[in-house]
């Protein structure tokens, strides 16, 4: 059910507001619990991730990936199409819809109710909707997410990754800033679909989370693109012109593109939450002080997903969301990020979990790095995906420390070693368990046994 309150009163149990994966989860969790709950966003379902993220960037990587197998195809008699952007944009557009009308469904069919509207808290037990309603609770879930950071200002032809999906058509070129994640993935997509992209990082390398091998070898790649990439730079100025837009770095360098970028951060969705007046405190970068069990300074009221600031990623959003929502129940909940794998959908894909080498030699930990290219696997050669790396970390006692992969369907596999690190699985077991072949994730057991130096191939 879903309605625009006017004036009145709405007492519930439970209050959640934001209705991406931490809010729909926390709200879903409680309704089933028994509770009263209802779900606050003025916007459509499912938050950043679904219509503003997450959902709309891999529609667009997913049509990336069907150019590079086209593209591929041709040595194999097959001929590439031509990108048709209208197309899809169509099916980016549907598939939101699609998954929105679905979770609206799964709301009703829970007893969830969603009311639109901006919230501002006005009390420790009551939310002041923009509508005129007066929402009063026992409990409060707060999962407003995070915003992008606009670094430039707000100017004809400049994009945020928010606004980058209501591009009408695609550009002939792009300056991207920031080269993390997101930034990452939306060159990618542009790089495939024709356009002369320029990437700038003012870190010194790009995705700077990942183990160094990892990035380099996705810099490799993106070269082969035909991304222009600069890092440890700084953006003096940006301008929209007639035409385009203009960037000047620092050292005087100018790069002129249709379109800019920016992608270098984002921030809390904090501001204008009223959190002072519900006793809700917030750590010197505006997100929600949180402990283990996902509550706040405030008793009963608790903080999920991008606005608590743990991990910006949609899945461990979803997770806390339901780990707040298991502590309003009584049923106990602590949340555990050390085994949250982290995927990046570029190309290739990559993905992490565990420690990098880099932390490791930081810390004095005595380990072994095993590796295994993704060109020496039947299945690379087969499909014409022969660029990647998998690298598993080993510790004294054949303890996994970390996995690292850029690799086909990396996104997909790296679940395997997170839950082998979660259940203490250790190496020589992983050595031990017998992989599908011809697949990309038997490189993970190849990598731990070139650690552990067992041949096993």
């Known amino acids: 059910m879903q309605r625009i309150m006017t004036e009145s009163l709405i007492v519930c149990d439970v209050a959640v507001v934001g209705a991406g994966p931490a809010g729909y989860a926390a709200a879903l969790t409680t309704a089933a619990g028994g509770l009263k709950t209802v779900l606050i966003d003025k ?25 590079k197998t086209l593209e591929w195809g041709k040595k194999i008699g097959l001929s590439p199409a031509v990108p048709d952007y209208a197309l899809l944009k169509a099916h980016q557009r549907d598939v939101v819809q699609l998954v929105q009308k679905g979770l609206v469904g799964v709301f009703k069919k829970k007893g969830v109710e969603l009311l639109r509207g901006s919230a501002t808290f006005i009390s420790p037990a009551e939310i002041a909707l923009d509508t ?25 032809r400049f994009y945020t990754s928010d606004t980058v999906f209501d591009l009408d058509k695609l550009p002939s070129s792009a300056a991207i800033v920031g080269a993390g994640a997101i930034g990452l993935e ?6 495939r679909m024709g356009c002369a992209v320029t990437l700038f990082e003012a870190l010194p390398d790009i995705l700077p989370a990942a183990d160094g091998e990892i990035r380099q070898l996705l810099r490799r790649e993106l070269k082969k693109l035909g991304v222009d990439i600069h890092t440890g730079v700084k953006i003096a100025e940006a301008k929209s012109e007639a035409g385009g837009c203009r960037i000047a770095l620092d050292d005087g360098k100018t790069f002129a593109a249709e379109m800019l970028l920016a992608a270098a951060g984002r921030k809390p969705a904090t501001d204008a939450l009223g959190l002072d007046k519900a006793g809700v405190r917030l750590n010197i970068r505006g997100f929600i002080e949180t402990d283990a069990t996902m509550g706040t300074s405030r008793e009963g009221i608790y903080a999920a997903g991008d606005v608590a600031g743990r991990s910006l990623l949609a899945y461990t959003a979803h997770h806390e969301g339901v780990a707040a929502a298991r502590n309003i129940l009584g049923h106990g909940a602590h949340v555990d990020h050390r085994f949250v794998p982290y995927i990046v959908f570029g190309d290739p894909e990559s993905a992490w979990v565990g420690h990098t080498e880099e932390q490791l030699k930081q810390s004095g930990t005595h380990y072994k790095a095993g590796r295994y290219h993704v060109r020496a696997l039947a299945r690379a050669q087969a499909s014409g995906e022969i660029a990647g790396l998998v690298k598993v970390l080993v510790g004294e006692d054949k303890s996994i420390l970390g996995v690292h992969m850029a690799a086909p369907h ?15 699985v250790k190496a020589d077991a992983l050595c031990d368990l017998p992989f599908g072949h011809p697949t990309f994730s038997e490189a993970i057991s190849l990598a731990a046994a070139d650690a552990l130096g067992i041949s096993i191939y």
């Not at 459509?44 to 997913?62: E, H, M, Q």
């Open 186 to 191: 939306l060159t990618v997509f542009f790089a």
């Open 410 to 424: 990396a996104t997909e596999i790296i679940h395997a070693a997170a839950v082998a690190m979660a259940a203490g």
């Open 132 to 156: 005129g309603a007066t929402v009063r609770f026992k409990k409060a879930v707060v999962a407003t997410g995070t915003r992008p950071v606009e670094i430039f200002g707000a100017a004809e």
């Open 43 to 67: 916007g459509g379902a499912g938050g950043t991730c679904l219509n503003r993220g997450c959902v709309p960037a891999k529609t667009w990587l997913a049509a990336a990936q069907i150019v």
